[in-house]
């Protein structure tokens, strides 16, 4: 009795877009190598790469470009290294939907510590001026906040990624010269408010240590619309801008040092050396020396004690916030300290949400890093689950990748097909020469590898086959 054969078993490939909850001091692109680790050699990602790799070969596509095939991944909004969150990533052709999600609200939790403000505006950055906090509370905060919200104008980061005139910011401020104005951009905040207020020594958060000095910290002080009187220059910052220090400060001459040359000159005794080489006379060695009195002995250890100065307690705040496509939270947090009479700077930030992903949902849709470090039994249900959920409200059917045994098979025939095709494009092109193959050399037929005319421009591409 025959039996009919088992139908072959197909592949099915998952792409799309998914959320992952970003760790602090990982970057964005860290987060994508961390998961091409994962991906490019994960069973649920086999079918994408063999379908990729399979289309590249037949339209001759260089072997080491094969060769060295990942997974396709791409994020939707960076986030900083000390920033924790959503983010998103787009999986195939799921990179050609990350747009929509820059364009969307995001929702975020953030820290402003009050009375510092440094180049970055943020807690990583070098302090370039110190303010008065003591005024600062949480009415007077809550106050402010209100001209922060609605539909506002807001300048970027003066030490963001932007470029004006083909030139960082961030390198205006190191040169000190002229400094463009930075254009300010129209944001939405939908809302803003507190969510717990820090009075000052109830919290961790502390200022950067290091600071800017010299031109580098004018230039900055320029950049951020920090008043001189806000952030006096110190002695060094004086000097090394060539400023010079006043009379008044300048040391009184002294009879006695200047006019040294002109004293008579001491005898020499017995106990000094005659000149520079000689060796001076030994003392007895039984010879009683002078012990420092009690008083002396204490002001001599007093003066090696290292004198610390209290560390200071400026209060903070935790404040949560939805934001349309293009606001910066650290320039909100340094605005706002401003707004205060005093200094801002964001000591910590969470993305809690970017569009339909949040951290706070009911039915987490975020994948959580811990997860990858589990391993695939823990990861792989989990974003293949994120990834057929997406391509169902999109519409997609997923493509069906034959085993390698037919697909061998069929691949001389798919090859034709796929030149074919390309032929009967290039013909439809047009050109100076409409419906004709044109040569290297310029002529309706030349030699050598054929090219033909791509569109009314008459721009010429080379074909993937030669004459024989």
């Not at 003066?158 to 000190?176: C, T, W």
């Not at 650290?330 to 339909?356: E, F, K, P, V």
């Not at 949902?361 to 959920?389: H, I, M």
Request: one cysteine or more; glycine letters at 8%; charged letters at 35%.
């Amino acid at each position: 009795m025959s039996t009919s054969p088992k139908p072959k078993e197909t592949r099915r490939v998952v792409e799309g877009i998914f959320a992952i909850n970003k760790p602090q001091w990982q970057t964005s692109a860290g987060v994508l190598r961390d998961l091409n680790t994962h991906f490019d050699k994960s069973p649920l990602f086999a079918p994408w790469l063999d379908f990729t790799r399979r289309n590249m070969i037949l339209s001759n596509a260089k072997k080491r470009n094969i060769d060295n095939l990942k997974v396709k991944l791409g994020h939707g909004g960076t986030l900083d290294p000390l920033a924790t969150g959503v983010l998103i990533v787009g999986v195939g052709k799921g990179t050609k939907c990350l747009q929509r999600f820059l364009d969307c609200t995001k929702t975020y939790e953030t820290v402003v510590l009050f009375g510092a403000a440094t180049d970055t505006y943020d807690a990583v950055g070098k302090v370039v001026s110190r303010a008065p906090y003591e005024h600062v509370t949480e009415e007077v905060l809550e106050k402010a906040l209100e001209q922060f919200r609605g539909k506002i104008m807001q300048k970027p980061s003066v030490f963001s990624a932007l470029k004006v005139d083909g030139k960082k910011m961030y390198e205006y401020a190191r040169a000190g010269g002229d400094i463009p104005e930075v254009q300010a951009r129209p944001v939405e905040v939908k809302e803003l408010k507190i969510l717990e207020w820090y009075e000052p020594g109830t919290h961790e958060y502390e200022w950067p240590k290091e600071e800017i000095k010299g031109v580098e910290k004018v230039g900055a002080q320029k950049l951020m619309g920090v008043k001189p009187q806000d952030a006096p220059l110190e002695a060094d910052d004086q000097e090394s801008r060539g400023l010079k220090r006043p009379r008044d400060e300048e040391p009184e001459e002294d009879d006695t040092v200047s006019n040294i040359e002109n004293l008579p000159k001491k005898p020499k005794t017995a106990d000094e050396p005659a000149m520079s080489g000689a060796l001076p006379v030994e003392q007895d060695s039984e010879a009683p020396q002078p012990r420092a009195t009690e008083n002396e002995a204490n002001e001599d250890r007093s003066s090696t004690d290292l004198s610390t100065e209290p560390k200071p307690k400026p209060p903070a705040a935790r404040l949560r916030m939805t934001v349309t496509s293009g606001f910066y939270v650290r320039s909100l947090c340094h605005d706002l300290g401003l707004a205060l009479n005093s200094h801002g700077l964001m000591s910590s930030l969470i993305r809690t949400r970017q569009g339909d992903y949040s951290l706070a949902s009911s039915n987490p849709n975020v994948l959580e890093y811990a997860d990858l470090e589990a391993g695939p039994e823990t990861w792989e249900p989990k974003v293949q689950g994120f990834l057929e959920e997406f391509m169902e409200k999109e519409g997609w059917e997923a493509e069906e990748v034959e085993d390698e045994e037919s697909w061998q098979a069929n691949r001389k025939e798919r090859e034709s097909e796929r030149q074919e095709g390309d032929r009967e494009r290039s013909y439809k092109g047009g050109g100076k020469r409409e419906g004709k193959w044109r040569g290297k050399g310029g002529g309706g037929h030349g030699g050598g590898r054929k090219f033909y005319s791509k569109d009314m421009s008459g721009r010429d591409y080379e074909s993937r086959e030669r004459d024989r």
